[in-house]
């Protein structure tokens, strides 16, 4: 409940403070990649239960011929690595917090598509409410193994306090001013998880 209470503070006066840099950013948005300013996903809150996640576009609705999107590297303008490396496209996910969505720490949500791929011990990562920051972002971030950041949103689930989460926001501070970890090596964002669906398979 404390936690609670803290999140619903925290995300209403940020988006309170905040509000001149989302008008701007949503107004450099409109004008670098058009509309809609906002992209929406349905990612997987507490319990695996599914949520739409809000950020601010960073890439571009590009195709190909067929209709297909492009890869993330073919989409994703400087622009957009811009607003990555600064955190400012993850500022719509205040209003996830104050809906219950999220919290402001905790394990990142991720697709509902990677669930069938999580073995046992990671999907308890979904025993806590997914945050905007978490333990394995400041660890690392885009820059670790899919196994390592789940073995670290685990182990946030098991040691989770008020003290581990101030540090938590310290270190995430820390992290957007020295662009540490925004994406994988090779990779524009991070690969897809396609970790453990054929061990859980066998197990069946």
């Known amino acids: 409940m404390l ?16 509000s001149p840099v989302y008008a701007v950013v949503a107004y450099k948005v409109r004008k ?11 990612r997987a809150g507490i319990h695996g239960e599914p949520f739409t996640i809000y950020k601010f ?5 590009t195709t190909d011929s067929e209709g297909n999107v492009l890869p993330d590297e073919d989409r994703l303008t400087e622009f957009g690595k811009q607003l990555r490396a600064t955190s ?19 394990p990142r949500p991720q697709l509902m598509e990677y669930l069938p791929y999580y073995n046992e011990e990671q999907f308890r990562r979904h025993l806590a409410r997914p945050g905007v920051t978490g333990y394995a972002q400041v660890n690392g971030r885009n820059g670790i193994s899919w196994e390592k950041r789940f073995k670290l ?30 994406s994988a090596e090779g ?3 991070m690969s897809r998880f396609t970790g453990n669906l054929i061990e859980n398979e066998a197990k069946e």
């Not at 936690?3 to 905040?18: E, F, H, P, S």
């Not at 400012?88 to 905790?106: A, C, F, H, R, Y």
């Not at 946030?156 to 957007?176: G, P």
């Open 3 to 18: 936690k609670r209470i803290c999140d619903i503070t925290i995300a209403t006066t940020a988006l309170i403070t905040l």
């Open 32 to 42: 670098n990649l058009g509309s809609p300013v906002l992209f929406r996903q349905t």
């Open 57 to 61: 576009r960073t890439m571009k609705d």
């Open 88 to 106: 400012l496209d993850e500022l719509p996910q205040l209003w996830n917090v104050i809906k219950g969505d999220m919290s402001i720490v905790g």
């Open 153 to 182: 949103d685990v182990w946030y689930v098991d040691n989770q306090s008020m003290l581990l989460d101030i540090k938590i926001l310290l270190k995430t501070v820390k992290q957007v001013v020295t662009r540490a970890g925004i």
């Open 187 to 189: 990779e524009a964002t």
